[in-house]
């Protein structure tokens, strides 16, 4: 999500220094890619990834593997399985990062995303979403900025993490109104709003506990009142291979039953204890 702050000139350098530093931390996604003897795609083996920073849904394992574990990541290997393929959940870098390896074509899917318009020219959803979340406002628990709608965020200094969105009105009415600085990461924008360098943050309802209480973050809130109900949806690049009607089709029918058959809220239990617990 691209924000328009007041901070100007400084913004901008803040800005692209984390971009430089992304590029020089990235892993390179394309050499995960399955091929088949004669150099072309297998496409019965299909790459994916996500938000590393996104517990119970998405988090790097701890194994040494380079995988991506959570709710989505269960999920999506279901969705594999139910089509007759192989889907492998990789860390590639940042969420800004997996965005553009989604541009690129350097990954297949994304196992976890919103719907905005820009995502659109990159890259294709798949219906129906597989869970819905709430995105909150945090503050230090002794602020009250009592609010109840986005206008209530007008004149604060605001951060969320680069790169993310919180759904197409929202993202919007902040470029044109609000002064929100993007940081590389969760964990982060915690401990900034924690040491007062921020005056809220933007983001999900859980994963902002759940990081919060493994970071042993205390004295901060979030709202009742969500920012904005969003859905998660699978989506595939434009730029794959081994994006063609026939296997959108299947992932798309076994997306389907595994949603009406709600298979998603077990595992959302089982990774919110995995979590916990810190292991992998």
């Known amino acids: 999500m691209q924000f328009i702050t007041r901070t100007g000139f400084a913004g901008a350098?803040?800005?692209?220094g984390l971009?430089?530093?992304?590029?020089a931390h990235s892993r390179d996604a394309s050499q995960h890619l399955a091929v088949n003897d004669d150099g072309g795609r297998d496409c019965t083996r299909l790459l994916a990834s996500g938000n590393p920073d996104y517990p119970p849904y998405l988090w790097p394992a701890e194994d040494g593997s380079n995988h991506l574990i959570g709710a989505a990541a269960d999920f999506l290997q279901r969705v594999g399985e139910a089509a007759g393929i192989v889907i492998e959940v990789v860390n590639t870098g940042s969420w800004g990062r997996v965005q553009q390896h989604m541009r690129e074509g350097g990954i297949d899917m994304i196992a976890g995303a919103f719907f905005t318009?820009?995502?659109?020219?990159?890259?294709?959803y798949f219906y129906p979403a597989f869970q819905g979340t709430r995105t909150v406002i945090w503050t230090k628990d002794n602020i009250d900025i009592n609010y109840r709608q986005w206008s209530d965020l007008r004149g604060l200094e605001g951060l969320t993490v680069i790169n993310n969105s919180f759904g197409q009105g929202f993202d919007t009415y902040a470029a044109q109104n609000l002064t929100i600085r993007?940081?590389?990461?969760?964990?982060?924008?915690?401990?900034?709003?924690?040491?007062?360098r921020g005056e809220y943050l933007i983001y999900e309802e859980f994963p902002g506990k759940a990081f919060a209480a493994r970071e042993n973050i205390d004295g901060i809130r979030s709202y009742d009142v969500p920012v904005s109900e969003e859905s998660l949806y699978l989506t595939m690049s434009h730029k794959s291979p081994c994006n063609t009607g026939a296997l959108r089709g299947r992932?798309?029918?076994a997306l389907?039953?595994?949603?009406?058959?709600?298979?998603?809220?077990?595992?959302?239990?089982a990774s919110i204890a995995r979590w916990s617990a810190g292991t992998n």
């Open 13 to 16: 350098v803040c800005a692209a």
């Open 19 to 23: 971009l430089l530093a992304n590029i």
């Open 117 to 124: 318009v820009p995502r659109l020219e990159y890259m294709d």
């Open 182 to 196: 993007q940081v590389p990461s969760l964990e982060q924008g915690l401990k900034m709003l924690d040491r007062d």
């Open 251 to 253: 992932i798309a029918q």
């Open 256 to 269: 389907f039953k595994l949603v009406n058959d709600d298979v998603m809220t077990d595992m959302l239990e």
